[in-house]
């Protein structure tokens, strides 16, 4: 018994010397991780991510025989429009002196791609970097073309649980009362603008239609009159419109006017010659272009 109790007793003085030995002699590098995450952050936000995309923060205690350190990891969200790629190698390109980028892992999953920057001090992992990109979402623009002939029809479209927006012809019976009404209810609508077609002449035209043998000062009149008529209108896009949007000239006059009402301009896309978009872009006006187009008929002549 007394045997076995000096067996213990010189055992447990061992482990407590061991204990004494190793907090006496090892060495804590937690600051390193610290050190590290403060020099890698001014070059994120150099990149274009600020703190505020933060998603999370951790940071994990690690052991290595007489070594003790800090594992710090920060998770961050990319802002829209930029780049994962594009962000990774101007980190990389820019790892602080001291510390290198030993190890990249990239995770593509259907809740978007993560990416992982592991920083190290000579042989310890002390800094972590999560990006983490969310997949792009699909949006949808949908335009309703024509209004202005029927209050009731467009009591009826409001019903629909879709957010769209009006176009609205000029000058028709209800276009002024439409627009009052969408302006009450804080609803986008745009000036739905007569444009003349090719084969004009078997067309029924609007009243206000601009026309390509209109001098500057005619065409100038006609869009500011159907602006003014509904006002509140946010844009302009084309009713008809083959022939005056293949027409530079045309074009120029009537994006000027809406560049100083401070409106946009969508091109139906009713001719694939259309120049609305390269004269949109020299003037600097805000420009869309519709892609599908789905109508009532489905006659070509229509």
């Known amino acids: 018994m007394n045997r076995l109790f000096r067996v213990l007793l010189i055992s447990g003085s061992l482990l407590l010397l061991w204990l004494t030995f190793s907090l006496v002699l090892s060495r804590d590098y937690s600051e390193i991780a610290l050190e590290c995450e403060n020099a890698v952050l001014p070059r994120l936000e150099q990149a274009g991510i600020p703190e505020s995309a933060l998603i999370s923060e951790k940071s994990e205690p690690r ?43 990239k995770i593509d999953n259907g809740q978007g791609t993560r990416v992982s920057l592991e920083y190290y001090w000579k042989e310890l992992p002390v800094f972590r970097l999560i990006l983490h990109k969310q997949p792009k979402k699909a949006l949808l623009a949908v335009v309703l073309d024509d209004w202005g002939y029927s209050y009731k029809v467009f009591e009826d479209s409001l019903r629909l649980d879709v957010p769209v927006t009006y176009a609205i012809l000029p000058e028709l019976a209800h276009s002024n ?58 844009g302009m896009n084309n009713h008809m419109g083959s022939r005056a949007t293949e027409d530079s000239r045309v074009m120029d006059c009537v994006l000027k006017q809406l560049r100083e009402r401070g409106m946009f301009f969508l091109d ?23 892609d599908i187009f789905i109508d009532n008929s489905n006659e070509l002549a229509d």
């Open 177 to 234: 009362q439409i627009a009052r009404r969408l302006s009450e209810l804080g609803r986008s609508f745009i000036v739905h603008m007569p444009m003349e077609p090719r084969d004009a002449d078997r067309h029924k035209l609007e009243a206000d239609t601009i026309m390509t043998e209109m001098d500057e000062t005619e065409i100038i009149a006609r869009v500011n009159a159907c602006s003014e008529s509904l006002l509140g209108a946010v």
């Open 63 to 105: 052991r290595k025989v007489l070594l003790r350190w800090q594992l710090r990891e920060k998770e961050y969200t990319l802002p829209a429009g930029t780049s994962l790629d594009n962000t990774v190698q101007a980190l990389s390109a820019a790892c602080p002196e001291k510390f290198r980028i030993a190890r990249i892992r």
């Open 268 to 290: 139906s896309f009713t001719s694939g010659a259309s120049v609305a978009d390269s004269r949109a872009k020299a003037l600097k006006v805000p420009f869309l272009r519709r």
